[in-house]
T-cell receptor, first 113, second 114 residues
Framework: GQQLNQSPQSMFIQEGEDVSMNCTSS?????WLWYKQEPGEGPVLLIA?????ELTSNGRLTAQFGITRKDSFLNISASIPSDVGIYFC?????????????FGGGTRVLVKP | EAGVVQSPRYKIIEKKQPVAFWCNPI?????LYWYRQNLGQGPELLIR????????DSQLPKDRFSAERLKGVDSTLKIQPAELGDSAVYLC????????????FGEGSRLTVL
């Protein structure tokens, strides 16, 4: 089945730093989404991308839908402590397997001690 | 507007016991999902409902798992009997349109099987 690989698996951030993470797939998707999950909570949608090449921002977050439709990246600018959490990418292929959404394994963002 | 509500938040049972989780989706959301999230991994779909109909249950281990959404609103996921490997967080989500991929998740039910 489809698999999404997220990189890095974990990262440490220092306040004010810009951070990047990406997601790659062996299959193409029509939609890429980025979710954030905090401890004890369910994932919350951050950004949704619906067209190849699309670049979308949500505050300090910027995400892009790769031209090949097999990858996406998420940038966080000027990170703050509340950016800590697990970021999941998710891909969806419309009208195949009933619009099933597939999640990556997550990138865990932690604060540098 | 109330979000997706799940209960219980935590459940600890011994193996071979039954367990059930309940979910009430956001009002007006016809699509309901049950996901399982193992420790350190992303959510994996167990079953998706469109109103009362289960339209994708290909990943549901049907020998021990069952789900229902009788009136097309709230839903129950049951495991009987539970095994050690079933320890995970069970997430319920709902959406207005499946085409957008925009899911609203509940807080999850954390199951520990001893």
């Amino acid at each position: 089945g489809q698999q999404l690989n997220q990189s890095p698996q974990s990262m440490f951030i220092q306040e004010g730093e810009d951070v990047s993470m990406n997601c790659t797939s062996s299959s193409i998707f029509n939609t890429w989404l980025w979710y954030k999950q905090e401890p004890g909570e369910g994932p919350v949608l951050l950004i949704a991308l619906y067209k190849a090449g699309e670049l979308t921002s949500n505050g300090r977050l910027t995400a892009q839908f790769g031209i090949t439709r097999k990858d996406s990246f998420l940038n966080i600018s000027a990170s703050i402590p509340s950016d800590v959490g697990i970021y999941f990418c998710a891909g969806q292929l419309i009208k195949a397997a009933g619009n099933k959404l597939t999640f990556g394994g997550g990138t865990r963002v932690l604060v540098k001690p | 507007e109330a979000g997706v509500v799940q209960s219980p938040r935590y459940k600890i049972i011994e193996k071979k016991q039954p367990v059930a989780f309940w979910c009430n989706p956001i009002s007006g959301h016809n699509t309901l999902y049950w996901y399982r999230q193992n420790l350190g991994q992303g959510p994996e779909l167990l079953i998706r409902y469109e109103n009362e109909e289960a339209v994708d249950d290909s990943q549901l281990p049907k020998d021990r798992f069952s789900a229902e959404r009788l009136k097309g609103v709230d839903s129950t996921l049951k495991i009987q009997p539970a095994e050690l490997g079933d320890s995970a967080v069970y997430l319920c989500a709902s959406s207005l349109k499946t085409s957008t991929g925009e899911l609203f998740f509940g807080e999850g039910s954390r199951l520990t099987v001893l």
